[in-house]
């Protein structure tokens, strides 16, 4: 790969920074190739970036694209000691004007690292440690009292999925306590699998702790959309048909040096290292599948980005100890989950008192002793 690039990429100069001498001994072909990779030697990787600007051009600092990303206009953000109203999203540019009301703190990609194993552990068995439960305040005993009559407590080892119809649709949660990155690819596979079953999916949701799909006909057994092979067939399909690898492979492509982001004077943007990166990745899984770099890139989207050993974790844990419950109308456990069909899918402005009445009539609803 530093000799040649590989078999796609030797017909490029560029990619060609050591060369065997006479003696046997590898040498640079430029000493230029070495200037650069002392200049991107231990770059960071990080989310791209928001600049927020007034319309005037003054900055006030940067945000993750990954929140900007959520913006519309209209929306206010709390930011450099201000309240400000979102303008639109120019380029890599939030532009924004001062507001009267207050907004949101921008919130940046650690708020979605995972759940520890432990912690995981550690938040099943207060569930289910019914003597621990005098410490709690009275709603969250009462709320913990309820679920457990309406339907089960997810304890250490098991899978709890409960399916139950609600508003014209028919809805399965299941209780992983695996982290947003397995559940967040996990309902991604178990949409797939439904869709090739008939089951016509709508859409899912995910949390730390659970996944909520929903769709046109009911769920009657959740173990075939559960069963270990669909690491080996919706998951590859899956990973190769999104931006899973071609994020990852920017990444990969940044850090050993086969894009260089750093040069002298000056910086690639966000924008120029994608374009650069994505037409190296086509070439690439044209005509040299096997590339270091691809299976790199293949790595970390299994690893860091879907986080498929957690996941793998869960489908073996499905398969032996999974607990299915239909019930008649949402549980005491499945209502933040699907609030958070509400808090995603409604616009700005009167959103925050219709997602507290949604929240009401669900927890009324799960809360009924009928």
Do not use: C
């Not at 990429?9 to 590898?26: H, M, P, S």
């Not at 890599?92 to 919130?107: C, D, M, N, T």
């Not at 399909?237 to 690898?245: A, F, I, P």
Request: proline share 5%; charged share 25%.
């Amino acid at each position: 790969f530093v000799a040649t690039g590989g078999y796609a990429l030797r017909a490029y100069d560029r990619f060609k920074r050591i060369v065997r001498d006479k003696q046997g001994t590898w040498r640079l072909t430029h000493p230029e190739h070495a200037a650069r990779f002392r200049l991107n030697a231990g770059i960071i990787v990080d989310s791209e970036m928001l600049e927020v600007r007034f319309r005037n051009g003054r900055s006030l600092g940067k945000v993750e694209e990954s929140f900007g990303a959520t913006l519309s206009p209209g929306d206010t953000i709390r930011f450099a000691g201000m309240d400000l109203e979102v303008e639109g999203v120019r380029d890599l540019e939030l532009i924004v004007r001062a507001a009267k009301k207050p907004g949101q703190i921008p919130s940046y990609m650690g708020a979605r690292l995972p759940l520890t194993t432990h912690l995981s552990d550690r938040v099943r068995g207060l569930l289910v440690d019914r003597a621990g439960w005098a410490r709690f305040p009275d709603d969250v005993r009462e709320w913990l009292e309820m679920q457990d009559w309406r339907s089960k407590l997810p304890g250490p080892g098991m899978l709890l999925a409960e399916s139950f119809p609600h508003q014209n649709k028919h809805y399965t949660v299941y209780y992983t306590f695996e982290g947003w990155n397995a559940n967040q690819s996990l309902g991604m596979l178990i949409t797939r699998r439904m869709n090739e079953r008939g089951l016509m999916p709508l859409g899912f949701v995910a949390n730390d702790y659970s996944l909520g799909v929903w769709g046109a006909r009911p769920v009657a057994d959740p173990a075939p959309l559960l069963s270990p092979d669909i690491l080996a067939h919706e998951f590859v399909d899956w990973v190769q048909e999104s931006h899973l690898l071609r994020r990852a492979f920017r990444e990969v492509a940044v850090i050993s040096g086969l894009v260089e982001r750093q040069h002298p004077g000056k910086r690639k943007s966000g924008k120029q290292v994608t374009f650069s990166t994505d037409l190296i990745y086509d070439v690439l899984r044209k005509y040299e599948p096997d590339h270091l770099l691809i299976e790199a890139a293949w790595a970390d989207a299994r690893a860091r980005m879907t986080d498929v050993g957690r996941l793998g974790d869960l489908l073996d844990r499905a398969a032996g100890q999974l607990v299915h419950v239909e019930l008649d109308r949402v549980s005491p456990l499945a209502v933040p989950v699907l609030v958070m069909i509400g808090r995603e899918a409604t616009p700005s402005g009167a959103a925050d008192d219709e997602l507290l009445m949604e929240a009401e009539s669900l927890a009324a609803a799960a809360m009924r002793a009928d």
